[in-house]
């Protein structure tokens, strides 16, 4: 703070920790997560589900469906592949379609990544000239997940081997799989020339080639059981409500503290200034 800084005004602050608090990031939304109007118009709503053991949620919104902006034909084709794609994760919806109906892709799915936090975080806001402190718990950052086009596309392939077996290579080799070795090829024997004596010795080599793929498959396997532990868990239905919800509401206010007494500090600012990391 410089010397010609005055002081604008100072604000009381009030801190509460009523909530497990989560900051939910949409980057690639440019308006608020809210239903088409053709989707409310036929009584659709946004729900939500969550894997607490991973830490990943889902939010569903319903797709618009309007001729101008919608082609059914493709839904149909997409729905198929999402069906087959939660078949294949164990995650498909017990009773969401009926006996016989055609799949058809109905909503966009909004797949979560948490965000580690460095530090810890708050969420301020100004109300009243007091200012309300709530811890933030976890941050998730929420983006399209299409899945199901890798369905298609591995259909796509396989309908393309079928027809030219000849230019199908198969999959990319496997790190866990030994490396073949070809087997020495036979050399003529050449006419037995005048004898000499020659002089050898062993060296212990390290294999550059072989560590890194030790290293890709130790990261591979890794990766494989966290996808199947991620795949493994099941899901549990959330109840999703927008801001003009009661709900909605009754959570907003519990962001302030109610309580109106005035906390001590026994610490002075050469300790805070202590305490922070990097200073």
Same mark, same amino acid.
């Given at each position: 703070?410089?010397?010609?800084?005055?002081?604008?005004?100072?604000?009381?602050?009030?801190?509460?920790?009523?909530?497990?608090?989560?900051?939910?990031?949409?980057?690639?939304?440019?308006?608020?997560?809210?239903?088409?109007?053709?989707?409310?118009?036929?009584?659709?709503?946004?729900?939500?589900?969550?894997?607490?053991?991973?830490?990943?949620?889902?939010?569903?919104?319903?797709?618009?469906?309007?001729?101008?902006?919608?082609?059914?034909?493709?839904?149909?084709?997409?729905?198929?592949?999402?069906?087959?794609?939660?078949?294949?994760?164990?995650?498909?919806?017990?009773?969401?379609?009926?006996?016989?109906?055609? *799949?058809?892709? $109905?909503?966009?799915?909004? /797949?979560?990544?948490?965000?580690?936090?460095?530090?810890?975080?708050?969420?301020?806001?100004?109300?009243?000239?007091?200012?309300?402190?709530?811890?933030?718990?976890?941050?998730?950052?929420? /983006?399209?997940?299409?899945?199901?086009?890798?369905?298609?596309?591995?259909? $796509?392939?396989?309908?393309?081997?079928?027809?030219?077996?000849?230019?199908?290579?198969?999959?990319?080799?496997?790190?866990?799989?030994?490396?073949?070795?070809?087997? *020495?090829?036979?050399?003529?024997?050449?006419?037995?020339?005048?004898?000499?004596?020659?002089?050898?010795?062993?060296?212990?080599?390290?294999?550059?080639? $072989?560590?890194?793929?030790?290293?890709?498959?130790?990261?591979?396997?890794?990766?494989? +059981? +966290?996808?199947? $532990?991620?795949?493994?868990?099941?899901?549990?239905?959330?109840?999703?409500?927008?801001?003009?919800?009661?709900?909605?509401?009754?959570?907003?206010?519990?962001?302030?503290?109610?309580?109106?007494?005035?906390?001590?500090?026994?610490?002075?600012?050469?300790?805070?200034?202590?305490?922070?990391?990097?200073?």
């Amino acid at each position: 703070m410089n010397e010609e800084d005055q002081v604008v005004s100072s604000l009381p602050i009030h801190y509460s920790n009523r909530l497990p608090l989560q900051i939910h990031q949409f980057p690639l939304l440019s308006r608020p997560l809210q239903i088409p109007p053709s989707a409310a118009a036929s009584g659709k709503r946004i729900s939500a589900r969550i894997k607490p053991g991973v830490r990943r949620l889902e939010v569903h919104v319903p797709a618009d469906t309007r001729p101008d902006v919608w082609n059914s034909e493709r839904g149909k084709e997409y729905g198929a592949g999402q069906r087959e794609d939660d078949r294949e994760k164990n995650q498909e919806r017990k009773g969401k379609e009926r006996a016989g109906e055609e *799949p058809r892709l $109905t909503d966009v799915r909004l /797949r979560s990544e948490e965000i580690p936090i460095q530090g810890v975080q708050m969420l301020g806001i100004v109300r009243d000239g007091e200012l309300h402190l709530h811890p933030v718990s976890q941050i998730h950052q929420f /983006r399209p997940t299409l899945t199901y086009l890798d369905i298609l596309s591995r259909k $796509t392939k396989r309908r393309g081997a079928d027809s030219d077996s000849d230019s199908d290579n198969g999959p990319p080799p496997d790190p866990d799989d030994p490396v073949p070795v070809a087997a *020495p090829k036979k050399k003529e024997k050449k006419a037995a020339g005048p004898s000499r004596e020659v002089h050898a010795s062993a060296k212990k080599a390290v294999d550059d080639q $072989t560590g890194n793929l030790a290293q890709l498959s130790t990261v591979r396997r890794e990766m494989l +059981a +966290a996808i199947r $532990t991620e795949e493994d868990e099941s899901w549990e239905d959330l109840g999703y409500f927008d801001v003009t919800t009661l709900e909605a509401e009754e959570a907003f206010e519990k962001l302030f503290s109610q309580n109106s007494e005035e906390l001590d500090c026994k610490s002075d600012i050469t300790q805070f200034l202590k305490d922070i990391r990097g200073l």
